[in-house]
């Protein structure tokens, strides 16, 4: 049952939906479905036909009214492109999370409460204006007390109880679609609200996310590429978050980058390969990167803030996902169908030669165009959703990726419109391979495991002895397990049982009938029919299973 909060805020929520003429939305709900016909009897429904803006503008302006999580929440959906219709996500990706900024005296509050000091004890200065606002957290310029500058991030007062509330109807709002509406269901609701609360809840976590910055910091310490600022832990809690201030402009800010005599190509092939060097190097990747997050020092090196979502990939994800590519590089599309099985992308009943023909659909096209003409991710995008066909599980860590991926390919273009990212990879992609496969890659792992090796190589000799002596003396024995076996053996002990069962209850069924026939006495007639009886039950048990 629904509190009256959430009543509330659902008849809110309705009010906002029926506002920007998204009627269809409530009605589409199972409540409404016999009342559905009112709609075409309605003047207002006539009137406008034909005025309203497009369903994803309509889409985007009730969730800008929502407020700042449902902003949040369009934002997300946004780069789930292998999800939405284009037309809606083109419409999400414009969500700006613009948000009035809370007093400066509650953030000092907030800091003071969570550092146990007062303000003037912990910064030499520190302006109570904020520099920038948003849904979850704003940030103040400060100075330390020995002069660093730094910027001071402070979550919103209370915003984990927003959160939370508005989460939660997220999610049963989700269900009764995915539960009513053929049509949301494709759009797996559920899921996507899922994920959103992961996200969301993760974002809730400054210490967390000062814990981001610090290993990618430490992954890019003294590049020339990418400058991470430095966290300073001692002013650092779940609620409050001290870092460096950086100074740069804004990656889009192109004409500016160009006054500084800032290289264009240098800065979109340096995109590039930051990104790849994340992905692959490290496993630890900025999977917020758009450009409101990003500045470039004069220098021409990139500077990175905001470090709330990060993607990781595993091993095994990494090997495939580099494989796909450069099998993509060569057209090998045979290939890639196959490490889409072997990596439990897509089902392994999956027949190969058709998810093989599908690919081939999808990418010949694509490959006609000039290099420069291809978007990469897009590309990505197209795969995904012809691999749904084929009942391809979403991988949460791909998506990501894939996000991370449109995004630096459509900042490396708006510096760089000749910026051809598929030549610019390769590569890149193709000297990761030689150090995973080959000689070299051999060496590493020897030289990597060489400490656990010298451990366990003493005790070597005497294992085999042992192996060697239980051999001899016809003591060996091999343990295997398999779940196929095991329930093979489960079948033939239950088909045992009832062969015993039956070859046992018919010959009490027919010694029975014997004892009766040739013998009248009162004794053998007792046991006749009792050996019938029983057999007879035993039959009877069989026939009920």
């Known amino acids: 049952m629904l509190r009256i909060t959430n009543a509330l805020r659902i008849f809110h929520i309705s009010w906002i939906l029926l506002k920007h003429g998204l009627d269809e939305v409530i009605l ?58 284009d037309d809606i996500a083109d419409e999400l990706v414009k969500l700006q999370d613009k948000v009035p900024p809370f007093s400066g005296k509650q953030a000092v509050a907030q800091i003071e409460k969570a550092l146990g ?26 100075q330390l007390l020995d002069g660093t500058d730094v910027v001071v991030k402070v979550l919103r007062p209370k915003i984990e109880k927003v959160i939370r509330r508005d989460v939660q109807l997220m999610t049963t709002i ?79 800010k192109v004409d500016e980058l160009k006054a500084q005599g800032i290289s264009m190509q240098l800065l ?4 590039v390969e930051i990104f790849f060097t994340q992905v692959f190097r490290d496993n630890f990747f900025h999977a917020d990167m758009h450009p409101g997050n990003i500045f470039v020092s004069p220098e021409g090196q990139y500077i990175a803030v905001d470090f709330g979502i990060m993607g990781t990939l595993t091993t095994e994800d990494q090997r495939y996902l580099a494989e796909n590519l450069l099998a993509f590089f060569n057209r090998d599309y045979r290939r890639v169908a196959e490490l889409h099985v072997e990596s439990e992308w897509v089902p392994k009943t999956t027949r ?74 390769k590569p890149y992609m193709e000297d990761w391979m030689k150090q995973q496969i080959g000689p070299k890659a051999l060496l ?40 196929e076996l095991l329930e093979l ?21 027919i010694s029975g009938s014997i004892l009766f026939a040739a013998t009248p006495a009162i004794v053998p007639v007792v046991v006749s029919v009792g050996a019938g009886s029983i057999g007879l ?5 069989l026939l009920k299973k």
């Open 28 to 85: 589409a709900a199972h409540l409404f479905r016999g009342i559905r016909f009112f709609r075409f009897l309605s003047p207002f429904f006539w009137l406008t036909a034909g005025k309203r803006p497009s369903h994803g503008e309509r889409i985007r302006r009730a969730l800008e009214d929502l407020g700042p999580i449902f902003v949040k929440f369009g934002q997300m959906v946004s780069t789930r492109r292998d999800l939405l219709p």
């Open 117 to 142: 000091s007062p303000v003037s004890e912990l910064f030499l200065e520190f302006d109570e204006t904020p520099l920038a606002s948003a849904s979850i957290a704003q940030v103040h310029t400060a």
């Open 174 to 252: 989700a269900r009764l679609a995915q539960r009513y509406s053929k049509d949301a269901r494709r759009l797996r609701p559920v899921e996507v609200a899922d994920e959103f609360r992961k996200t969301i809840f993760d974002e809730l976590d400054l210490s967390r996310e000062a814990a981001n910055a610090s290993q990618l910091r430490r992954n890019f310490l003294n590049s020339e590429q990418l400058y991470v600022p430095e966290v300073f832990w001692d002013l650092c809690r779940q609620n409050v978050m001290v870092i460096e201030r950086i100074y740069g402009a804004n990656v889009g």
């Open 268 to 271: 979109g092939e340096r995109g």
């Open 352 to 425: 190969i030669d058709e998810f093989e023909a599908a690919i081939r659909t999808v990418s010949e096209p694509i490959f006609e165009k000039p290099l420069a003409e291809i978007s990469f991710g897009h590309f990505l995008l197209r795969l995904f959703q012809v691999a749904r066909r084929f009942d391809m599980e979403v991988q949460p860590q791909l998506v990501l990726l894939q996000k991370t991926l449109l995004n630096i390919e459509g900042l490396g273009r708006q510096l760089y419109p000749q910026l051809d990212l598929w030549t610019t990879a």
């Open 444 to 483: 590493r792992r020897v030289k990597e495991n060489l400490p656990v090796m010298s451990e366990q190589l003493p005790e070597i000799p005497l294992l085999a002895y042992r192996v060697l002596k239980d051999a001899a003396e016809g003591n060996l024995e091999i343990k295997w397990q398999s779940d």
């Open 489 to 509: 053996q489960k079948q033939v002990k239950a088909n045992h049982r009832q062969t015993l069962t039956a070859i046992s209850g018919g010959s009490l069924l």
């Open 537 to 541: 039950l035993l039959l009877a048990s």
